[in-house]
């Protein structure tokens, strides 16, 4: 788990429900709350996040990593002030789940990180980096702050059986507006998402001494 602070130099509106942090989290109202790339059953192509069934009958988004964009994601809004978290993903790969590094492109130059600016939508500094090998990462950014707490995810490849990632995002600020995104590399396969929860842990102070980099 990382904590690291980028520089904004453009802000994005946030809009958020408090309520179970995150809404619509197994997939049951489609692409109700959630933003980003995926596609349906019978796209050939990404489409918006659209409700899909498998072999148990819940609903799914699925993540073609072969879409337009550069590095596929899924973000919703939130608000918390809470500076910990839980987190459940529940999901299976594709057979022909590979994602491809890109070597250069995300380079921070002098005045934006392309990979941040990408996934954020706007001009952004910072060192947070895409993910390598087959792995794809979870992301809580305070744009506010400027800050962000990211966890990096290991799926199980070769296998479609559902899996099940738990763990603790700390160390994310205390300001009320952020944004979770599940973010991967282009490549070839898919994945499809069954559940993904985010839970406060209201026993963590509030950090009021996070401070973005200059």
Same mark, same amino acid.
């Given at each position: 788990?990382?904590?690291? =602070?980028?520089? %904004?130099? *453009?802000? $994005?509106?946030?809009?958020?429900?408090?309520?179970?942090?995150?809404? +619509?989290? !197994?997939?049951?109202?489609?692409?109700?709350?959630?933003?980003?790339?995926?596609?349906?059953?019978?796209?050939?192509?990404? $489409?918006?996040? =659209? *409700?899909?069934?498998?072999?148990? /009958?819940?609903?799914?988004?699925?993540?073609?990593? /072969?879409?337009?964009?550069?590095?596929?994601?899924?973000?919703?809004?939130? +608000?918390?002030?809470?500076?910990?978290?839980?987190?459940?993903?529940?999901?299976? $790969?594709?057979?022909?789940? =590979?994602?491809?590094?890109?070597?250069?492109?995300?380079?921070?130059?002098?005045?934006?990180?392309?990979?941040?600016?990408? @996934?954020? /939508?706007?001009?952004?500094?910072? !060192?947070?980096?895409?993910?390598?090998?087959? !792995?794809?990462?979870?992301? %809580?950014?305070?744009?506010?702050?400027?800050?962000?707490?990211? %966890?990096?995810?290991?799926?199980?490849?070769?296998?479609?059986?559902?899996?099940? @990632?738990?763990?603790?995002?700390?160390? @994310?600020?205390?300001? !009320?507006?952020?944004?979770?995104?599940? %973010?991967?590399?282009? /490549?070839?396969?898919?994945?499809?998402?069954?559940? $993904?929860?985010?839970? =406060?842990?209201?026993?963590?102070?509030?950090?009021?001494?996070?401070?973005?980099?200059?």
């Amino acid at each position: 788990m990382k904590f690291a =602070a980028f520089a %904004v130099f *453009s802000l $994005v509106a946030l809009t958020a429900s408090r309520a179970d942090i995150l809404v +619509n989290g !197994d997939f049951h109202d489609g692409a109700a709350h959630w933003r980003g790339e995926a596609h349906d059953a019978g796209a050939s192509d990404h $489409v918006d996040i =659209a *409700s899909l069934t498998h072999g148990g /009958g819940s609903a799914g988004a699925v993540i073609n990593l /072969g879409a337009r964009a550069w590095w596929p994601h899924m973000y919703q809004t939130f +608000n918390s002030q809470y500076t910990s978290f839980t987190y459940s993903l529940t999901f299976s $790969v594709s057979q022909d789940y =590979a994602p491809k590094q890109r070597s250069s492109d995300w380079v921070q130059s002098t005045t934006s990180n392309p990979f941040l600016s990408y @996934v954020l /939508g706007g001009l952004y500094k910072g !060192d947070l980096a895409p993910p390598k090998g087959n !792995d794809f990462l979870l992301v %809580v950014f305070d744009k506010e702050a400027a800050l962000f707490s990211d %966890v990096t995810i290991t799926p199980k490849v070769g296998t479609t059986d559902t899996q099940t @990632v738990t763990g603790t995002l700390s160390h @994310v600020p205390a300001h !009320d507006e952020k944004v979770l995104s599940i %973010v991967f590399n282009h /490549g070839t396969g898919s994945v499809t998402f069954y559940n $993904v929860a985010l839970t =406060a842990l209201p026993d963590e102070k509030k950090d009021t001494n996070a401070v973005a980099q200059p």
